[in-house]
C-alpha cells in the first residue's frame, strides 16, 4: 500500500507564528503581517471562520511582543449572559449584586501589562460594547458596583467569524467600536483556501494525538490525504484535527487507512441522526400522484426539481427574515456560502427580503 510518510512536528511549522502550521501563500501572508503588528501596540481584530485559529493567532501575536512576559488573557465573550460578562471583564466589588460575596479582580485588570484576548467579540450587548470602547479609549473603567476608576495598560486582541459591518446594519454592533477595534485587521484564511497544507497539519495532528492517546501511529494512506484533500471542511482545522484524533483512536496497526474517516469525508452523505434518508425524484413524484397532489402526467423529474425549488426559496426566504436581512447571518444557519446565498437571493427573486 502506497502510504504518505511522517515528519517531525516542529519542521511543520513554517509559518513562522508558534503553533501555526502551514506554508500556503494565504497563511503565509497572514502570518506575515502578524509577526509585523505584533512588535506594535495596535489593537488587532481577526477575523475568520470557526475552527480557522484565531486564538493561536491570538496568543502568537503577545508572545512575538514586548509584551511577551505579561499576562495573557482570554475571555468568550459568547459563552456568557451580559450581566456575567460585565463582571467577568470588569470585576466587582462586594454587595454589589446578590452572590456579589467578595471582591473580584476583572479581565482587564489581570491584563494590565500583558493582553486581553476578545473571542466572539460580537455576540457582547450593545450596551456593554459602551464600556468595550472606553476602555479602548481611555485606558480605564470601574468595577460592577464601585465609583473607584481604575487605569489598565494592556493590548486588546479581537476576534469575530461574523461580517461586523452587516452586524452593524443591523443595529447590533457600535460603528465606533467597531473602528477602534479594526485598527489592524487580520484575516484568518479558512482552510479549504489551502488545501496544500493539510498533509503538514495531518503530520502534525498525528504526532500530537498518537502521543496523547499512547498510540504508535507511522503511516497514513496516500488515498486518505487524498479524500482530506477534496473534502471542503466546513469546521476548518478543528474539523481536522478532531477526525485525526478520531482516526487515531480506532487504529490497530499504527496505519491511518480511508475507512477510518467519517463517510462524508470519504465522499459519501454525512449521517443525520434523527432525519429520514432523502428519497429519490421518481419515489417522491409516485408519493405526490397516490395522494392526488398532482396528475400522473406531471410526475416528472423537472416537477421534482420544482417542488425542490419552491422549498428552498421558500426556506431561504424564512431565514433572511428571521435575520434581518444579514446575509452573514442568513448563511451561516442555512450552512452554505454567502456568495452562493447571494445567488440564490437574486434567482429566487428575494432581493425585497434582503434589506
Avoid at 413524484?285 to 428552498?312: K, P
Avoid at 444557519?333 to 427580503?353: A, P
Wanted: with cysteine; hydrophobic share 40%; charged share 25%.
Amino acid at each position: 500500500m502506497v502510504v504518505a510518510t511522517m515528519v517531525r512536528a516542529n519542521d511543520t511549522e513554517t509559518s513562522g507564528l508558534p503553533g501555526v502550521i502551514g506554508r500556503s501563500p494565504v497563511i503565509l501572508e497572514s502570518a506575515r503581517v502578524t509577526r509585523q503588528v505584533a512588535a506594535s501596540s495596535a489593537t488587532v481584530l481577526l477575523t475568520g471562520e470557526t475552527g480557522t485559529g484565531k486564538e493561536l493567532v491570538a496568543r502568537a501575536i503577545h508572545e512575538l511582543s514586548p509584551r511577551a512576559n505579561g499576562p495573557y488573557i482570554r475571555v468568550n465573550c459568547g459563552a456568557l449572559s451580559e450581566s456575567l460578562l460585565e463582571s467577568e471583564l470588569f470585576g466587582h466589588v462586594k454587595g454589589a449584586f446578590t452572590s456579589a460575596n467578595e471582591n473580584r479582580t476583572g479581565r482587564f485588570e489581570a491584563a494590565h501589562g500583558g493582553t486581553i484576548f476578545l473571542d466572539e467579540i460580537d455576540s457582547v450587548s450593545y450596551t456593554l460594547q459602551v464600556k468595550l470602547l472606553r476602555v479602548l479609549q481611555e485606558q480605564e473603567f470601574e468595577r460592577v458596583g464601585d465609583n473607584r476608576t481604575i487605569q489598565v495598560d494592556c493590548r486588546v486582541v479581537a476576534a469575530t467569524n461574523r461580517d461586523l459591518l452587516d452586524e452593524i446594519e443591523a443595529g447590533r454592533f457600535r460603528d465606533d467600536l467597531y473602528f477602534r477595534l479594526n485598527v489592524v485587521p487580520i484575516l484568518i484564511p479558512p482552510l479549504r483556501e489551502r488545501m496544500g497544507d493539510i498533509p503538514l497539519l495531518v503530520d502534525f495532528f498525528i504526532t500530537k494525538y498518537g502521543q496523547s492517546n499512547n498510540v504508535s501511529v507511522g503511516t497514513i494512506s496516500a488515498e486518505a490525504v487524498a479524500a482530506l484533500q477534496r473534502y471542503t471542511w466546513p469546521g476548518n482545522v478543528r474539523e481536522l484535527q478532531n477526525y485525526i484524533e478520531r482516526a487515531i483512536v480506532f487504529s490497530r496497526d499504527g496505519h491511518l487507512s480511508l475507512d477510518l474517516f467519517p463517510s462524508h469525508v470519504r465522499g459519501g452523505t454525512p449521517v443525520r441522526v434523527g432525519r429520514p434518508g432523502v428519497r429519490n425524484p421518481e419515489t417522491l413524484c409516485r408519493e405526490l400522484v397516490s395522494q392526488g397532489m398532482i396528475a400522473a402526467g406531471d410526475a416528472t423529474h423537472n416537477l421534482y426539481d420544482r417542488i425542490v425549488s419552491q422549498v428552498e426559496r421558500e426556506l431561504i426566504g424564512q431565514v433572511l427574515k428571521s435575520c434581518q436581512g444579514v446575509q452573514t447571518k442568513a448563511a451561516l444557519k442555512l450552512g452554505i456560502n454567502r456568495n452562493t446565498l447571494h445567488k440564490k437571493i437574486e434567482e429566487y427573486g428575494l432581493e425585497s427580503q434582503d434589506a
